[in-house]
Each structure stands twice: as C-alpha cells, then as structure tokens.
C-alpha cells in the first residue's frame, strides 16, 4: 500500500520532483513526459494530471539547460495531440452505443443531437480553448467523438490547440 500512496504522490506532485527524476534518470523523464500528457488529454477519467504545471516546469527545465527543448515540445506536441485523437475515438466509438439505449436523464437522442448542433457551430473553439482549461481538456475531445464532429475538423483544431498550448 505505501508504494500507491508514493505513485499517486509522485504523479500528483510531480512538477516538484522532476528536477530530481531529470538528475536520476536522464532520458526517461521523456518517456514519463510523454505518458502523463497522453494518459491526461487521452483518457477520460484523468483530468487530474498535472498538464499545465508541468509544462511549466518543463519549460523551466529546459531554460536551466537540464532538458531538451526541441526534445521535449515535440514529444509534448505529440503526447497531447495522439491522446487528445484517442480520446476522440473512444468518443465516437461508445457515443453512438450509449444513444441507443433506452432515453434516459442524460444519454438520449435530443441530448446527441444537442451536442452535435454545438461541435458542429463551436466545434473547433472548443478544441481549442479547452486545452488551456484543465478538467475541460480531457472531456472536450471525447464529447467531440460522442457528438460525431467532423474527424478532419476536429484534427485541423487539435493539431492547433496542441502547438498552441505546448
């Protein structure tokens, strides 16, 4: 059990013990980098990695010449921009499944098409501008792939969000 509370620690806290794990283990801070951006943007139930405060450390990192600024934008770019794409597809792949239930408070057909009527208008801002909204960031792209936005569309505006955000 004390192993669960330091995992849950360290990725909770994680913005204060990167400079150690840069010291310790070199290159694999990328690896891990690349995992907490993905699993944040590209799994539903995770808002509550630290996305932001670590790309601010990150940045710092990298100014204190202990990382890789190339190295790390594009593997941050990437992390963000892949998770975001799966949570899309997870999005889209249960959305249709779960609407065809029964109507029920949340999951019925009005609320679909009331989604699909908003990405369809806002679609593209809302990619956009949820990246820089933490909790908003993880839901943003699944409800894109439930409301059935454009994939095109939606990767021109996750592309976009990602180099603006990383």
Partial sequence: MEIVSVLIDFILHVDVHLANFVQTYGAWVYALLFAIIFVETGVVVMPFLPGDSLLFVVGAL??????????????????????????????????????????????????????????????????VAARFM???RTFAPFVAGVAQMSRPKFIFYDVAGALLWV
């Fill in 134 to 136: 933490p909790f908003l």
């Fill in 62 to 127: 990298c100014g204190a010449g202990l990382m890789s600024l190339p190295l790390a934008m594009s593997l941050l770019i990437a992390a963000a921009i892949l998770g975001n794409q799966s949570n899309y597809a997870i999005g889209r792949y249960f959305g249709p499944k779960v609407f065809q239930w029964e109507n029920s408070r949340f999951f019925n057909k009005r609320a679909f098409e009331q989604a699909h009527a908003f990405y369809e208008k806002y679609g593209g801002v809302t990619i």
